[in-house]
């Protein structure tokens, strides 16, 4: 650890060592407990939710889904703790309300398609788009980091672009799709891709050439609005941040913890980059989907797209490489320890997509895969 945690709060607070904060938003399946079909009960689980955490709680795009968001802090244990309680408390809400809560990609038990959520903004979305809503439920983890200026936050986005086809890979956790294992380690992001807007993050010549793009796309028709700019990373609209959105929602807390400090060690690195007048490199477009999409299938237990000459390598060894490559912002965070510790764990346990796998083997049943799944999303 580099110092307490009071000395890095103060070190952030008077811009000293530029600590960054980060936050974590999760999207969690509403699941049958007895078939694992996915449930349009959202408005049930609301109504079930303490009033104190209603706040960090939000409905998602159909009614299958919930949301939670953490509090931005410096410290992993603090976002470990929200991360924990939300959860513990959200799968009390839903147990209360006959269902379970699953942090998973997509519903992996075939079912009616839950409808979406009654709002102006998604019944315009589907006026659009029409059938391009993704079976069950598409739940994903967003990550939140502090950047101190949009200008500087497109620069990061160009620094990271390469690294989150790993980040994607570790993240892997919807193999099984209406009833059958799809051959992926990640379904949610096949489906995802249906919609015109998701994509890698392009190579930005800066923040007016961000707006511009997003200007565009929407007169294009492909967006209603910056809500529905789907890129990979982007700066938030809401927040001072650069958001990573690669990732399927994690099955356990731990897992989630891991990603998050993943993400702000590469983003410090960016930064420490940009200080330094490195300029990123500019992946081609092309292999960065085809990372992508090795990432999506192999996810962590297979291969992965190694950027820097398109060879195919170990995903764990394209992990490692990032983890030496941010070490030293992991350090300087003093999450090298814990980050160090979770490795290992994920290094025993496997990806979300090969715990569930093994269950199935196991026992032929996805209910008992919804069912290890519910477990883990406690805790």
Known sequence: MSGSVAERERHAAEGGTDLLTVGVEEEFLLADPHTGTAVPAVE???EQVPAELRGQ???EFQTSQIEIGS??????SSIRHSLGVLRAELADAAERAGVRLLAIGTGPVDGPVPAVVDKPRFDRMIERFRLLVPGPGNNGMHVHVGVPDPDTGVLVLNHVRPWLPILQAVTTNSPFSRGEDTGYASWRSIEWERWPS???TPYLESHEHYQRLIRQLIASGVMLDEGMLYWYARLSAKYPTVEIRIGDVCPSVDDAVLVAALVRGLVATALTDIAAGRRAVNTDHH???AAHW???HDGLEGQGVDLTDGELRPAWELLER???RIRPELERHGDLDRVTELLDGLRRHGSGAARQRAVFAKTGKLVDVVADVARQTRG
Do not use: K, S, T
């Not at 509090?71 to 992993?76: A, D, N, R, S, V």
């Open 198 to 200: 998701v994509a890698p």
């Open 294 to 296: 090795r990432a999506a």
């Open 287 to 289: 292999l960065l989907v």
């Open 71 to 76: 509090p931005p802090g410096l410290e992993l």
């Open 322 to 324: 990032l983890v030496d």
């Open 44 to 46: 049930l689980v609301m």
């Open 57 to 59: 709680v939000e409905r």
